[in-house]
């Protein structure tokens, strides 16, 4: 017992569980009373390699048994033939249909004991030798199907063999996935060869002249597996009823030995004519095929039969093929009928459906067949039945990224791989993955795949989650390529639009709205010029592009702007990734290249805005609170004042961008706007203020006093546009023991180094500090003390200094005196018992000069967004005179916000809803209707554009459609801003 106890040790050493195995390798005479025989120890290691070494064992134990005499000679192959070894037991350990046919016709395996068990040149030769009589002629009938089941089978026992050995005999040459699919796929060709012989010895009548074989599906483009239907179109001549019987007899022939020929995918399907004629074909193809038929035709060509007829039928079809995203909802039918699949998987299966499910083959399929239909339209490189060699074409002409291209091609090996060891097994047609549980099954599959344990996992938990791994990233890039919005742009783009060079295309520019299409040709040829993967992405962005564009106001501008931020951008590896893979990127570029100039500037120099464009989410999801965080922390990290006022230019640039992004696309209301930008010029001059303040105080080695910042105008009021300055005031405090003077002298040289850093020239918008506010204007100092301010406004204060100081706010440094600053500035704006007779006269008088002194010369008061009627002048002037008024008793009346002034005029009862309501919509329409103006035209503006591009232009950033007439907007506009004057008319003069 002892004795059979260390036997059976030592046989599942080899990787055998059968209680029979002993017995069996003692029968080979590899195994004797001291257990393994040295001489046979190869075999053994051999077989321990083997996929299932049972099955194997088990095999080579029925071909002894059924060919007792040839045994010796086989064993002495298996014991010095390496290659032959590897190739036999690779076989016999991964299936067991082939195991039933070598036990079956032992003599077999002598097939696999030359240099190359396989040639697929010889393939038909091979098949028709069998089948030949002595004198020539072919066997016909029942016959001829079991010579030629048996000559199909050893030929796939050879191919499997070449495919197989390498995972017993590590080392083995072996042929890659891609091989494998092509030699089954031309077995497969010559057999329908060989059936179509027979079938035509049967009939008495030749293909020649009479019948054509297209091959379709995975034979079309050669990259069948070891069970797999094949889809054929058969292409008849004159005499349709001889070639019909040829085709049938054929399909009985082949069928009957070797596999199914599916006739499917003829016009009308199973219901339709089996063997048309070369015009009846092509009469369907034009009038009533569907969508999917294109898509099967694609991986069409000839195979058998009369060579010129099948050359004629591919010659007809690819014009057809390679026009069919012209098709109204191409693109749509597509998905349609990949989501119509996928929905016919049970739903016991979904996980374990190598073929039609989520992350399975037809996911590959689908998508690179749909990018081959819609770009191959004018790229013949993308052409290919392969599937494979499509995805590396779809791939190195940037139609997909390099590395998306690499993932997907190498899951579908991988899964395609599965498949065939799958198929293996019993030899036949399935595409389910084993269940987790069955760990069995999970072993042996591994093991024929060539997985090994790792990590503490064994080879089959390792292969489920490789298989896990691979669906996964199959579904996401499925999802990225096959319902990319930019495909429907492009498909919707006809196809003579797609040849960007041609005469044609410069009329159809012109057609488009294109000023200059010479020019915008001159721009496109510069950016698709050359064979670089950067001109090939362009190529397949431009047509849709140019599309795009054309329905922007001003496409000539968006066309060049897009060369110009091509050009500044050509280092950026991710840029043209960008475009192409997020279809809303390109459609929102487009949008805002054709409508604002700021917005190109910006965008060459803070490109990463434009990895939000796609999620808009991101686009406005930063609260001006964290951006200013942000700011203040990247400046502060900076080593001097020099690199910390670069690093602000460079975080507001992005931040404007970013803003101004949102506001075009219609994202973020105007009051959002304003707050986003008066909070990034908040942090700037806090930034700028922090590293001057340091700087300053370094070199003077103390702290002569404390300076604070207080924000004036729109900048206190958190309105700031895309143009405006920041209107400031600079207090200082001396510190213990220092002057005055000292402290004056030092708090000014700090402001004048953070007025002169921000408002050096640079190709953003300016950074203008502007403190002309301070009392005595210009002609006073920048810097005062907290005492003198007090002084000043006690004694010299002037009632438009009282109205200035409303939207006075601390902004930046010291927060102690700041807050104390704007406490003393109470009694003066918001003086105890408001204002007299006297001063409201006076600031009737002042409001009354500054808009006929201000006014430029020759504006229209009725478009004029700052000064004119019902512009932003007349409804703050309004409010602040309120404020002034009535400000000392309503609490809520003491804000720097207009808007939040002119609800607080409404609640306190001042002036009635519907006033109120035409005030705010005046003021929020001007103030917009101002950035739009700056985003327009790259610069600040007030008055409105009277006709043209730049007026269509605003009137499209105001939310109007491209078709609706500027006019319109305009005519609002005077309407609401006429009706908000007559308001102010009454409010600021009358009450």
């Known amino acids: 017992m002892a004795d059979r106890a260390r036997l059976t040790a030592s046989a599942a050493r080899y990787g055998f569980t059968d209680s029979r195995a002993e017995e069996q390798l003692r029968a080979a005479g590899w195994w004797d009373t001291a257990g393994p025989s040295a001489a046979a120890s190869d075999v053994l290691s051999a077989l321990s390699r083997a996929a299932d070494p049972d099955l194997a064992l088990r095999g080579l134990d029925r071909i002894r048994e059924a060919d007792g005499a040839g045994w010796t000679e086989l064993d002495e192959a298996l014991r010095e033939n390496r290659t032959f070894r590897g190739r036999l037991l690779g076989v016999l350990g991964t299936s067991s249909a082939l195991v039933d046919f070598l036990a079956a016709n032992p003599p077999s395996w002598h097939s696999l004991t030359g240099k190359n068990c396989t040639d697929p040149a010889c393939y038909a030769e091979l098949l028709m030798k069998q089948l030949r009589r002595p004198d020539g002629t072919l066997i016909t009938g029942n016959e001829a199907e079991q010579v030629l089941r048996f000559a199909y089978r050893e030929l796939i026992l050879g191919i499997a063999a070449a495919d197989l050995g390498h995972l017993v005999e590590p080392g083995l040459e072996h042929p890659h996935y891609v091989e494998v699919a092509s030699q089954l796929t031309q077995l497969a060709e010559a057999a329908l060869i060989v059936g179509l012989a027979v079938a035509e010895a049967e009939v008495g009548a030749k293909a020649d002249d009479t019948l054509a074989v297209i091959a379709m ?588 100081l409303l939207r006075a706010r601390f902004i930046a440094g010291d927060a102690d005196l700041g807050e104390r600053f704007v406490a003393m500035l109470d009694p003066v704006r918001y003086p105890d018992g408001g204002l007299d007779a006297a001063r409201v006269r006076e600031i009737r008088r002042i409001k009354a000069r500054v808009e006929t002194e201000r006014m430029p010369k020759g504006a229209d008061p009725t478009r004029h967004t700052k000064l004119g009627r019902g512009g932003l002048a007349d409804v703050e002037w309004t409010v602040q005179l309120f404020q002034l008024r009535h400000a000392h008793e309503v609490d809520a009346l003491r804000t720097t916000s207009t808007l939040e002034a002119l609800a607080a005029l409404e609640t306190a009862g001042f002036v009635a809803v519907a006033e109120v309501e035409s005030l705010t919509e005046a003021w929020l329409l001007a103030t917009r209707v101002r950035n739009a103006g700056m985003l327009v035209r790259g610069k600040a503006v007030d008055e409105i554009p009277s006709s043209g591009r730049d007026l269509t232009a605003v009137a499209r950033v105001l939310g109007y459609a491209s078709d609706d007439d500027p006019g319109e907007f305009l005519d609002t506009y005077r309407r609401i801003t006429r009706r908000a004057h007559t308001v102010v008319e009454r409010l600021f003069y009358e009450s």
């Open 217 to 804: 599906g995975k034979c079309g483009g050669r990259e069948l597996n070891y069970v797999s239907d094949v889809d054929v179109i058969f292409v008849g001549g004159a005499d349709l009823a001889v070639s019909t019987r040829l085709a049938s007899t054929m399909m009985r022939v082949v069928g009957n030995a070797c596999f199914e020929v599916d006739a499917a995918l003829r016009p009308e399907g199973k219901s339709g004519a089996l063997v048309r004629t070369l015009d009846g074909h092509a009469g369907y193809y034009k009038k009533w095929a569907k969508t999917w038929e294109f898509q099967a035709l694609l991986k069409a060509r000839p195979v058998a039969g009369d060579a010129e007829l099948g050359r004629q039928y591919s010659e007809m079809v690819a014009p057809l093929v390679w026009s069919a995203a012209d098709r109204d909802n191409f693109v749509a039918e597509v998905q349609q009928m990949r989501r119509r699949v996928e929905g016919h998987v049970p739903s016991e299966h979904a996980e374990r459906e190598l073929k039609l499910g989520r992350g399975g083959l037809r996911d590959v399929e689908f998508a690179v067949q749909l990018l081959q239909l819609v770009h191959g339209r004018i790229d013949p490189d993308l052409r290919s039945p392969s599937t494979m060699d499509a995805l590396a074409a779809l791939g190195e002409g940037g139609y997909v990224g390099r590395q998306d291209s690499a993932e997907l091609g190498a899951s579908y090996e991988f899964l395609r791989t599965v498949e065939h060891r799958l198929q293996l097994r019993r030899l036949r047609r399935t595409h389910l993955f084993p269940e987790a549980s069955d760990l069995d099954e999970l072993r042996i599959l591994a093991r024929a795949i060539g997985v090994r344990p790792a990590g503490g996992k064994s080879s089959g938990e390792v292969l489920l989650a490789e298989f896990r791994r691979h669906g996964q990233g199959i579904r996401k890039l499925h999802e990225k390529l096959f319902y990319r919005p930019l495909l429907q742009s492009v498909a919707n783009v006809p196809t003579e639009a797609l040849r960007l060079t041609t005469k044609q295309a410069a009329s159809r520019l012109a057609a488009l709205g294109y000023a200059a299409p010479d020019g915008a040709l001159h721009h496109i040829k510069a950016l698709t010029a050359g064979v670089s993967r950067r001109a090939a992405i362009q190529n397949a962005l431009l047509p849709v592009l140019l599309d795009l564009l054309a329905d922007t106001p001003d496409p000539d501008r968006g066309l060049l702007s897009y060369r110009k931020v091509s050009e500044a951008l050509e280092d950026t590896p991710w840029y043209l990734r960008v475009l192409r893979d997020e279809g809303a990127v390109v459609e929102r570029l487009a949008f805002l290249l054709g409508t604002s100039r700021l917005v190109p500037d910006l965008l060459a120099r803070a490109p990463e805005v434009l990895q939000l464009l796609g999620d808009p989410a991101r686009l406005t999801g930063r609260t001006p609170a964290e951006v200013a965080t942000s700011l203040r922390a990247a400046v502060r990290r900076q080593p001097g004042l020099n690199a910390s006022v670069a690093a602000a230019r460079s975080l507001r640039r992005h931040e404007m961008l970013r803003v101004a992004c949102a506001d075009l696309l219609g994202l973020l209301d105007v009051q959002r706007v304003c707050e986003a930008l008066s909070s990034v010029w908040v942090a700037v001059l806090q930034g700028a203020l922090a590293t001057a303040n340091r700087q300053r105080q370094a070199e003077l080695g103390r702290t002569p006093a404390a300076i604070a910042v207080i924000g004036m105008g729109r900048l206190g009021g958190a309105e700031l546009g895309y143009g405006s300055d920041a209107d400031v005031l600079f207090v200082c405090e001396p510190t213990e023991g220092v002057s005055d003077a000292d402290a004056v002298r030092f708090a000014s040289s700090v402001a004048e180094t953070v007025r002169k850093m921000l408002g050096a020239p640079s190709l953003d918008p300016a950074l203008v500090v502007d403190a002309d506010l301070r009392p005595e204007g210009r002609s006073g100092p920048l810097v005062r003390t907290l005492e003198s301010y007090r002084a000043y406004y006690a004694r010299w204060g002037e009632v438009w200094e009282a109205q200035a």
